[in-house]
């Protein structure tokens, strides 16, 4: 037995030894058991954390699609003329939809053609979801001019400002805003005399209306006040409130026939000082019956022009007046001559052409700078 247990210190049948090699294997079986126990951990974990972020998606996909509401809009008829064009946003209203909508005409209608026609605008979302909306749409052609009003002679003194606009108004059928254009091109404001001014308003179709008035310059005058005053006086015997402006006109022609004597002497340039003379001294001229005329009609609002005879060296001066009761402008000039046919109330170019040319170019006068009258 000693023998043995010297030859045989850790032989396999010894105690010791068996003890020692079990718990060796087992320590080994338990390291490879704990890295198989972490593996399989992270196994579930790495399953887990796919799951989480598979199953919401496949759930979605397991839900049934529902349908999206295509857009939807209300036609809205319009009307243009045909110098104008519309988007096709103006077609349709109360736009709905999921998602944004855009507008687009499906085709383009002809704005220049006038009468109804369909126009269909497409709605369509950011998914291509889309609706056809079917509106009418007039087209107008305008031929219609604007219209110019207020548009009135005026007398200005010299060295004052002409309002040319003032009181003046344009409208028009279709347009709200015309514009007015005033061509004042031919007005001397430093010289006294009669010039014509233009009103012209054009639309956006193109359409012109023209109106025309008178500027009349005057020199200032002590005697204005007096000679309106001493008008006035006249008018307020021979006139009444009923009157027409054309029986105002003959009741100023026939005052001044009967009550200014001829003479051939008056200082010309000044109206108002003519005018007063032949209020007061009841005699004069052809400037002064002009002027007593003119006062009067100043005095009882009727339009009138001053007008000249044309000048020859060596030729005597002759002065009258074109007046306007409403119906166009007339020759007035209440100077008396001798003979028949010297009648010289509201007459036209023709008849005073006549005239002259039988009576020495009595009333011969540049036409071009006077408004024409009407033929008859």
């Known amino acids: 037995m000693p023998h043995d247990d010297i030859h045989n210190p850790s032989g396999r049948d010894g105690q010791p030894a068996r003890r020692g090699g079990r718990h060796a294997a087992a320590g080994r079986r338990r390291k490879k058991g704990g890295g198989a126990a972490a593996l399989l951990i992270l196994l579930c974990l790495a399953l887990g954390l796919g799951a989480g972020l598979l199953l919401p998606r496949l759930w979605e996909s397991a839900q049934p699609e529902i349908p999206q509401e295509p857009p939807g809009g209300t036609a809205v008829d319009q009307t243009c003329l045909t110098v104008d064009t519309l988007p096709p946003e103006a077609f ?38 889309q609706t056809r909306v079917t509106a009418v749409l007039t087209v107008v052609e305008d031929t219609t001019a604007p219209v110019i009003s207020g548009v009135a002679d005026q007398t200005v003194l010299l060295g004052e400002t002409v309002t040319y606009k003032k009181g003046v108004t344009v409208t028009d059928d279709y347009d709200e805003d015309v514009a007015l254009e005033v061509d004042s091109s031919q007005v001397d404001p430093t010289k006294a005399g009669a010039y014509q001014v ?48 054309v029986e105002v006109a003959r009741a100023i022609y026939d005052w001044c026939r009967s009550n200014i004597g001829y003479t051939a002497h008056s200082d010309k340039g000044d109206w108002q000082k003519a005018a007063v003379q032949g209020f007061t001294k009841r005699s004069g001229d052809c400037y002064v019956y002009f002027a007593t005329a003119k006062a009067m009609f100043e005095a009882a609002g009727i339009p009138n022009i ?22 166009g402008w007339y020759h007035f000039d209440a100077t008396p001559r001798v003979g028949e046919g010297d009648d010289f109330f509201m007459v036209t170019d023709a008849f005073l052409e006549a005239y002259s040319q039988s009576h020495n170019n009595s009333h011969e006068f540049d036409h071009s700078l006077y408004p024409a009258t009407p033929e008859a």
């Open 198 to 245: 233009t009103y012209r308003a054009t639309d956006r179709s193109g359409n012109t209306a023209e109106a025309a008035a008178w500027i009349f310059f005057i020199q200032p005058s002590d005697y204005a006040d007096l000679a309106l005053e001493e008008a006035q006086e006249v008018l307020d015997k021979i006139t009444t409130d009923d009157m027409t402006q």
């Open 306 to 327: 001053d007008v000249e005879k044309t000048y020859v060296e060596g030729r005597a001066m002759h002065y009258w007046s074109l007046i306007n009761c409403g119906s």
């Open 92 to 129: 349709v209203t109360d736009v709905t939809g999921a998602s944004q909508v855009t507008v687009a005409f499906d085709t383009a209608p002809d704005f220049t053609v006038p009468g109804d026609q369909e126009v269909t605008v497409v709605l369509t979302d950011e998914d291509g979801n």
